[in-house]
């Protein structure tokens, strides 16, 4: 893939850096700070605690995550990187951007605004409104901040463990994951979220997942001109090795369908095919065929 030297996003947040603490104990955040200001100042005193806490939170002083005990305040430290992983992190932000730029004229197309999404590069575990990251999970999109989280040692992971290296196929896993919040901009994520609990909610989850993996395949469409030969089978290889069925027999030795949540490795690499042949967003309908035909 040709990004060396290419625009990079603006929306790309390094917190590789920061430590965090969560407020824990009967006595931590809001109650706890209550009950100490109570017996020192009596009734009065918590009136203006509140008052000024309300203050503090409408200027962006305190966190309400803060003030209920959900998180304390990160301390930032200095990121050493090899040359390897600045060069990684370069590569995000050009990708990220790409999606940007491919997102906000097909949505154009349609008749809406695109909203862009923040990319969080971390390490080891990071904090997200949707609960506790941790890198073992891969990239993964959270709804609830509409951010996407990306440890650069997945990559590691996805050359070794799955044996997919290559950019494009970094790439795509990245474009997957804005295809999820392409899929929360449409409303579509939240109409699948609904039927969690509900015996096909498996099945809503891998039309979910299959209709990503489409979206990651108009944006690669949009993005043939910075192609390079074989790129398109490195994003082939990575959709091939993140099947459930690939990683169920490399795990456990067996394959249990009913199990599946992101669809086959045959369904992933078909609906990236079908997203790179159509470029068209509304092409790929994932939720109005029949579950056996996807």
Not at 108 to 123: N, W
Not at 147 to 160: G, N, Q
Not at 280 to 291: H, N, Q
């Amino acid at each position: 893939m040709k990004w060396k030297g290419r625009q990079k996003s603006e929306n790309v947040q390094d917190v590789r850096g920061q430590r965090s603490s969560s407020g824990g104990g009967s006595g931590g955040g809001l109650f706890g700070l209550i009950s100490v200001i109570g017996r020192m100042f009596g009734f009065k005193g918590i009136i203006v605690m509140v008052i000024l806490g309300l203050i503090g939170w409408k200027l962006g002083i305190i966190s309400p995550n803060m003030l209920v005990g959900g998180e304390a305040p990160v301390s930032s430290g200095p990121v050493q990187q090899s040359p390897e992983e600045q060069e990684r992190f370069e590569f995000v932000t050009v990708v990220l951007k790409d999606t940007e730029d491919v997102w906000t004229k097909e949505f154009a197309r349609i008749g809406m605004r695109y909203e862009k999404p923040v990319m969080k590069v971390y390490r080891g575990q990071v904090r997200t409104a949707c609960g506790p990251g941790k890198a073992e999970m891969g990239p993964f999109y959270c709804p609830a901040d509409q951010d996407v989280y990306i440890d650069l040692s997945f990559y590691d992971e996805l050359a070794k463990t799955f044996n997919a290296p290559g950019d494009f196929a970094q790439a795509y896993v990245i474009a997957h994951e804005v295809g999820h919040h392409v899929q929360n901009l449409l409303g579509t994520s939240a109409k699948v979220a609904a039927k969690r609990g509900q015996p096909d909610y498996n099945e809503y989850s891998v039309r979910l997942e299959l209709q990503a993996d489409f979206l990651a395949g108009v944006w690669a469409n949009h993005s043939r001109e910075y192609l390079e030969a074989g790129d398109i089978e490195e994003a082939m290889r990575a959709a091939n090795a993140i099947g459930d069925d690939a990683i169920q027999k490399k795990m456990q030795g067996r394959v249990i369908p009913h199990s599946f949540t992101h669809g086959t490795s045959e369904q992933r690499m078909r609906w990236f095919m079908k997203g790179l042949r159509s470029g068209r967003i509304e092409d790929g309908d994932t939720f109005s065929m029949a579950y056996s035909d996807l």
